[in-house]
């Protein structure tokens, strides 16, 4: 199919538009961005690149995507940027591509990224996540499936933000939080289980209270965090949900909040 293209934008002869694509008046597309089907630039939309954009990606205004990274350390090496398919980026959202030669910022599928929001260098951020206003992630942040940052979070660098977990707004996050937990404050500390958002998900209620059992000896008994995680590690028929909360909290480096 064929691309609608604004006459007041600007293509650069050295990107890619698949087909289906619209490109909104007083957009600019840079060398180097490869752009799937059916995506959708609103007006004054930046892309630069290199950027692999996916399919059916929406972009509104003002929104700049591509750009190379903030890092004082980079020095014009070729570094890149990767999205996955349906995602939508609200009002003035930011993406910077990776730092280290051929390193590269990777976002995936059906992620909602609302006004302001910046993912940084070297970020990985996965599938079916919520950015609200003013989401900003630091460089090197791993963001798992399902999370969801609340309005104005910031979060440190190299921290990592857990499957299913949510950070009220406001929050300054400078530790890990781990998955299917509610974080919140400044510093962010872990103040129950995302109970609502895990039964939103369709998680059993039997699993649920098995993470509701494991946020209790984690944060409310008397054990440090080697000796809970040893006894939830006694406990039989873990299931991955469990299994992924022990592996995500073991191999933490930051600490968890």
């Given at each position: 199919?064929?691309?609608?293209?604004?006459?007041?934008?600007?293509?650069?002869?050295?990107?890619?538009?698949?087909?289906?694509?619209?490109?909104?008046?007083?957009?600019?597309?840079?060398?180097?961005?490869?752009?799937?089907?059916?995506?959708q630039?609103?007006?004054?939309v930046?892309?630069?690149?290199?950027?692999?954009?996916?399919?059916?990606?929406?972009?509104?205004?003002?929104?700049?995507?591509?750009?190379?990274?903030?890092?004082?350390?980079?020095?014009?090496?070729?570094?890149?940027?990767?999205?996955?398919?349906?995602?939508?980026?609200?009002?003035f959202?930011?993406?910077?591509?990776?730092?280290?030669p051929?390193?590269?910022?990777?976002?995936?599928n059906h992620?909602?990224?609302?006004?302001?929001?910046?993912?940084?260098?070297?970020?990985?951020?996965?599938?079916?996540v919520?950015?609200?206003?003013?989401?900003?992630?630091?460089?090197?942040?791993?963001?798992?499936?399902?999370?969801?940052?609340?309005?104005?979070?910031?979060?440190?660098?190299?921290?990592?933000?857990?499957?299913h977990?949510?950070?009220?707004?406001?929050?300054?996050?400078?530790?890990?939080?781990?998955?299917?937990?509610?974080?919140d404050?400044?510093?962010?500390?872990?103040?129950?289980?995302?109970?609502?958002?895990l039964?939103?998900?369709?998680?059993?209620?039997?699993?649920i209270?098995?993470?509701?059992?494991?946020?209790?000896?984690?944060?409310?008994?008397?054990?440090?965090?080697?000796?809970?995680?040893?006894?939830?590690?006694?406990?039989?028929?873990?299931?991955?949900?469990?299994?992924?909360?022990?592996?995500?909290?073991?191999?933490?480096?930051?600490?968890?909040s």
């Amino acid at each position: 199919m064929s691309n609608d293209i604004h006459p007041t934008a600007i293509v650069d002869s050295r990107a890619e538009l698949a087909g289906d694509v619209v490109i909104g008046p007083y957009s600019i597309i840079g060398a180097g961005v490869r752009l799937g089907k059916g995506c959708q630039l609103h007006n004054h939309v930046t892309l630069a690149g290199p950027s692999e954009i996916g399919e059916r990606n929406e972009f509104f205004p003002y929104a700049s995507i591509g750009q190379r990274t903030q890092d004082l350390k980079y020095a014009g090496e070729p570094t890149y940027l990767h999205i996955g398919d349906d995602n939508t980026f609200r009002e003035f959202c930011t993406v910077n591509r990776g730092t280290a030669p051929e390193s590269r910022t990777v976002i995936g599928n059906h992620g909602n990224f609302l006004a302001y929001s910046h993912i940084a260098h070297d970020c990985i951020v996965g599938n079916h996540v919520i950015f609200s206003n003013n989401g900003t992630l630091a460089g090197h942040v791993v963001v798992e499936d399902y999370a969801i940052l609340g309005g104005l979070t910031a979060v440190h660098q190299f921290c990592r933000i857990g499957a299913h977990a949510i950070t009220g707004g406001c929050s300054k996050v400078i530790q890990d939080v781990p998955p299917y937990m509610v974080a919140d404050g400044n510093p962010a500390k872990v103040r129950m289980v995302n109970t609502t958002g895990l039964s939103r998900r369709n998680f059993a209620p039997e699993v649920i209270s098995r993470i509701k059992e494991a946020h209790r000896i984690l944060y409310r008994g008397e054990l440090n965090r080697s000796q809970a995680l040893e006894r939830i590690r006694t406990w039989t028929d873990l299931g991955p949900e469990l299994l992924h909360l022990l592996e995500f909290i073991e191999s933490s480096e930051r600490g968890i909040s």
